[in-house]
């Protein structure tokens, strides 16, 4: 069974920055194109960025700049650093597979005050 476990979310002021992890059990993250994706408050979930299994970052056009995506094969994990926060990226962050998505975890919490 493949689970996905995010972490690293919290609570930060309007330009800080925050390092998010996605790791997983059950599949071997690199052989895989992964996303992040986030849902605020009474929004639908938007994807925020993605690597591919060739180590090629595609970034959302709102997140572009501010936030680099990042993969340990040893630790098979995804990293999303996001800098320069800003109180719109505010939401439940979540990672899946791009293409052959599992069930969603839990996410992690993303709080930026202005």
């Known amino acids: 069974q493949v689970q996905l476990v995010e972490s690293g979310g919290g609570l930060v002021q309007a330009g800080g920055s925050l390092r998010l992890s996605c790791a997983a059990s059950?599949?071997?993250?690199?052989?895989?194109?992964m996303g992040w994706y986030r849902q605020a408050p009474g929004k639908q979930r938007e994807w925020v960025a993605k690597i591919t299994s060739a180590g090629t970052a595609l970034y959302a056009d709102s997140v572009k700049g501010r936030f680099t995506l990042s993969r340990d094969n040893a630790k098979n994990t995804v990293y999303l650093q996001m800098n320069s926060l800003k109180p719109e990226d505010t939401a439940v962050y979540y990672c899946n597979f791009y293409s052959a998505r599992v069930d969603w975890g839990q996410g992690t919490q993303v709080t930026v005050s202005p």
């Open positions: 059950g599949r071997i993250l690199s052989m895989y194109a």
